[in-house]
């Protein structure tokens, strides 16, 4: 895969660029255990993610007209406190608690290699984050992104083609001088099929030590890489 | 004027932010002499220029459809190289002069004001320029910014009150907490409507040394800046 094929690569956010589990799961227990709550704090950070798609889906299919990530994060986030018997928390703490998939922590490589990948592509998000809380979780993570891109600009949550077509016209760019990265193989093929390249990134421990993830299909996609680093030396960085 | 008061600032960005008169005066005179042409350079950027209200009517009254600014430079574009009777420039030099908006050269406090406000703020763009436009331009010329919101992301152009609302909108904002930048006080005075903080940076020299800029009335914005430098000092940076 030479360099020069691309100009562009964007990204998805949440388990390919930042530790959502572990952060959400922080600052979850810093909220909550101020009410006296005890719970299995990763199992909550894995349980608000589980509400993620059936949410998008309603909006995807005119369920719910669109909401962007943090009006879904808040509904679903409502519904698991009462699920977890949590009745006593106050609106500005529970706000905070929303708030936190704005400040979710890189993995380990993600900002030594974006700032790599940064000086030979233009490098952008393209998530269901909405616009803000991928604005807001660059600054808090240092994370160099030359411009962001949110499936809120599109007013179409990814799998739609809708959301990567957007990535590419507001660039400026074809579809196929734009790589699509991530950690989960539904985004990359729904890129794949508006032409988009696709480099896929190991994640392994995005939901936690006891989750496997298997490694997909070598051939299916431009580029297979063990993480920002490594994606880097592939591209030829 | 408190820091508090704000939690974001966006930043007009021609004129403003980049001299875009003497950088397009200079990639014209290397675009352009390379066919023999000699012409007053910047001559040739303030008509290149002076089409672009005119043009963004026409989008704006719906004589045209929707075009972004890549497309109305190149349209005022060949029928300036017209006028200036150049007819034997090849289709790659044009797009090369029409991408000079691409590669435009900040003020010289620009990217060390914007460093500073950025450890204090979200600092955007909010300029009519196109996505990939300011993109590319940020990165062309190190401007730090969180974020680029373009009016291109509203489908309308600046003073259109959406273009404002939309900018509030995606940074997850009240208007009273984004203050808008700008050496234009047409500009300011169209975010004042919508509720935005403003602040007047003044740029005598956006139009050559023999156009006067005169200073408005201090009175009527939040904020009077002599530069970025001057203006993180006023917003107590």
Known sequence: MARSNSEALVFDVFGTVVDWRSSIAIEAQTVLSRHGVELNWNEFADSWRK???PAMDKVRTGELPWHNLDDLHRMLLDDLLVDCGV???CEPDI?????????LTPWPDAV????ILKNHFVISTLS???FSMLTNMAKFSDLPWDCIISAELAGHYKPDHRTYQTA???????ADKVMMVAAHTGDLEAAKQVGMKTAYVHRPLEFGPNCKVPMPDT???DVIAKNFLDLASELQC
Chains 1, 2 share one sequence.
Do not use: V
């Open 112 to 115: 030594e290699g974006l700032q």
């Open 168 to 174: 590419c016209n507001l660039l400026s760019l074809p």
């Open 219 to 221: 051939k299916h996609f």
């Open 87 to 89: 009745h006593s928390i």
């Open 51 to 53: 509400g993620y798609a």
């Open 95 to 103: 706000r905070q608690l929303n708030q936190s998939w704005h400040r």
């Open 128 to 130: 269901n984050g909405n």
